[in-house]
Nanobody, 126 residues
């Protein structure tokens, strides 16, 4: 079992920046790829970014490429999502998740993730 706790979400103006954190506990963290997803009201959960267990490879949704950066610190069992140049359409609940062991790369589909956090709200205002 892996427990994930996201933090860092808040209200921010368009063009601003936020850094989300996801702290993991429980089973071994650093053997699994990690991902960030988001879900806006009335919409399906969508992939945002993923990072391999070593941190050597990352993958992004086209909508955030060049603005968001995913990273991880395995010594701290934490994964981060740095979000810059935020847009109104980035407003959503952001979730981190642990990929299932042996999942393919890039790991972009929700069913490929075994454990999820409770989410943190990011609201971008004009």
């Amino acid at each position: 079992q892996v427990q994930l706790v996201e933090s860092g979400g808040e209200l921010v103006q368009a063009g601003g920046s936020l850094r989300l954190s996801c702290a993991a506990s429980g089973r071994t963290f650093n053997n699994h790829a990690m991902g960030w997803f988001r879900q806006a009201p009335g919409k399906e959960r969508e992939f945002v970014a993923a990072i391999t267990w070593s941190g050597g490879s990352t993958y992004y949704a086209d909508s955030v490429k060049g603005r968001f950066t995913i990273s991880r610190d395995n010594a701290k069992n934490t994964v981060y999502l740095q979000m810059n140049s935020l847009k109104l359409e980035d407003t959503a609940v952001y979730y981190c998740a642990t990929a299932q062991y042996g999942s393919s790369w890039p790991t972009v589909r929700p069913y490929e993730y075994a454990y999820w956090g409770q989410g943190t709200q990011v609201t971008v205002s004009s």
